[in-house]
T-cell receptor
Framework: NAGVTQTPKFQVLKTGQSMTLQCAQD?????MYWYRQDPGMGLRLIYY???????DKGEVPNGYNVSRLNKREFSLRLESAAPSQTSVYFC???????????FGSGTRLTVV | QKEVEQNSGPLSVPEGAIASLNCTYS??????FFWYRQYSGKSPELIMF????GDKEDGRFTAQLNKASQYVSLLIRDSQPSDSATYLC??????????????FGRGTQLTVWP
């Protein structure tokens, strides 16, 4: 997944704990996205950023916040983790609207 | 609501056969359509995109789009065991802007047996 780096790759949290998932790109793309993937549910958009300094809610934003720190980095924060947030989280970048995404390698999060 | 529907499968075909994967979408104004392949435990990777009605071929892969029927498909010719994966259909309904949010189907699991 050259170009998109996600950290950490795995994480176990206790209910109520907080954490930040990091995403960084080196492809100089404007658009960045956070998705979650659950068995049988497909990929669902959490938040996105069309450009540096802007962020917007996607389909399932509740329980999450994001920061587009600069053009390279887009972080996803769970303030008070819940078991329902157990999922695989993918960051994706996009050159422009007519191009597909390049995905990061994902973060597998378990909340117990 | 922007829905993208795929047959969940699993779809099982013998090596050398044609695998046919189907997808329908609800937003009639959708502009661009993508097929991703996802191996178990890995991230999705783009294999095809199509914008215009008709067929688009790339090697063993052919994407077909029919906007009037709101239908997009992926054909894999001469299927190989290495094609065994989950295939995700994605649709971009955004128009009139530079934004390109993708809405994904739940995926079709394909198994190609030797």
């Amino acid at each position: 997944n050259a170009g998109v780096t996600q950290t950490p790759k795995f994480q176990v949290l206790k209910t109520g704990q907080s954490m930040t998932l990091q995403c960084a790109q080196d492809m100089n793309h404007n658009s960045m996205y956070w998705y979650r993937q659950d068995p049988g549910m497909g990929l669902r958009l959490i938040y996105y950023s069309a450009s540096e300094g802007t962020t917007d809610k996607g389909e399932v934003p509740n329980g999450y916040n994001v920061s587009r720190l600069n053009k390279r980095e887009f972080s996803l924060r769970l303030e008070s983790a819940a078991p329902s947030q157990t999922s695989v989280y993918f960051c994706a970048i996009q050159r422009d609207r007519d191009y597909g995404y390049t995905f990061g390698s994902g973060t597998r999060l378990t909340v117990v | 609501q922007k829905e993208v529907e795929q047959n969940s499968g699993p779809l099982s075909v013998p090596e050398g056969a044609i695998a046919s994967l189907n997808c329908t979408y609800s937003d009639r104004g959708s502009q661009s359509f993508f097929w991703y392949r996802q191996y178990s435990g890995k991230s999705p990777e783009l294999i095809m995109f199509i914008y215009s009605n008709g067929d688009k071929e790339d090697g063993r892969f052919t994407a077909q789009l029919n906007k009037a029927s709101q239908y997009v498909s992926l054909l894999i010719r001469d299927s190989q065991p290495s094609d065994s994966a989950t295939y995700l259909c994605a649709v971009n309904p955004d128009r009139g802007s530079t934004l390109g949010r993708l809405y994904f189907g739940r995926g079709t699991q394909l198994t190609v047996w030797p």
